[in-house]
């Protein structure tokens, strides 16, 4: 099964477009991990547990672990996930961008370290940063393009012609780069506009879609770029609100709640 099958596969089965985050931080944990040998990954342990029926990926971010110097923590989500939830399709957000011979290196750490099923990528440098990751056909590559931050526009909204910079990055991905229909791009919730412009442009690219939640992105419009699709390779990925839903010890069904209110909404556009 490809990258484009298994996305396909996961969204339908769980009736959801919900990637949940795994973004833990150890001043936001609750109480009960305190002192825990890996306490990343209990706490994503019981939020997978909690939510793993209702979603279609998940998401570590790397530089939570790092930061701390927890990456065993991150292998073993990794690993669970492979081991428990085979079927549910893993992001590593690395957001990594470098010349061939350092980003060949970057896909390792991607596909033999962690063994995600995909990655996010910086792609200022060009095609370089993407061509050694592409020599995984199966994984799935995200490539940033409109961002959901603040000041993403300070680059990507510059005209280039008569079009902005991020819809040139999103042409040339989707009319040059994805001959191996493994590509996807990273476009904000926040910029409704911009995900619409993106969408008509090509309706067949995965789309990752940070900014719900937290962020203040608005789902039923985000959903709505895909409401007229048969395809809805779209991915739109909440964080905060859903790992830190709950700060007592039923913080996993305070987690299971918000990520089910999401998904309820969700599976409407699959009627």
């Known amino acids: 099964m490809n990258f484009y099958e298994k996305l396909d596969h996961i969204t339908q089965k769980n009736k ?15 109480e009960i991990f305190s002192g825990k040998k890996n306490p990343f990954f209990e706490f994503n342990k019981a939020i997978i547990d909690a939510t793993a029926d209702l979603v279609n990926a998940y ?40 010349i061939d011979s350092t980003a060949r290196q ?7 370290r962690y063994q995600a099923d995909s ?30 931050n603040p000041h993403g526009g300070d680059f990507q909204d510059l005209k280039v012609g008569e079009q902005p910079l991020y ?24 910029y409704i506009d911009a995900l619409k412009k993106i969408r008509q442009m090509d309706s067949q690219l995965p ?11 608005d789902l ?12 809805k390779r779209i991915i739109v990925n909440a964080s905060r609100s859903i790992i830190y839903a709950g700060k007592g010890a039923d913080f996993a069904d305070k987690s299971r709640q918000k990520a089910l209110d999401y998904q309820s909404v969700m599976q409407t556009y699959f009627k």
């Open 16 to 30: 959801s477009f919900l990637c949940v985050g795994l973004d833990p931080d150890l001043k936001s944990l609750p």
């Open 59 to 98: 998401k570590p971010q790397v530089a939570y672990y790092s930061a701390e110097g927890l990456e065993a923590d991150l292998e073993m989500t990794f690993q669970y996930i492979q081991k428990n939830y085979p079927h549910i399709l893993t992001i590593l957000d690395s957001k990594r961008g470098d």
């Open 106 to 112: 970057y896909a390792r750490e991607s596909f033999h």
């Open 119 to 148: 990655v996010t990528l910086n792609v200022y440098m060009g095609k370089d940063v993407v061509t050694p990751f592409m020599e995984y056909e199966s994984k799935g590559l995200f490539l940033l393009c409109k961002t959901s």
């Open 167 to 190: 819809y040139h990055l999103a042409k040339t991905v989707s009319t040059e780069w994805n001959e191996k229909k493994n590509l996807g791009l990273v476009v904000g919730g926040t």
């Open 207 to 217: 789309l990752l879609v940070p900014g719900l939640g937290a962020q203040g992105g």
């Open 220 to 231: 039923k419009q985000i959903l709505d770029t895909v409401k007229e699709l048969k395809n």
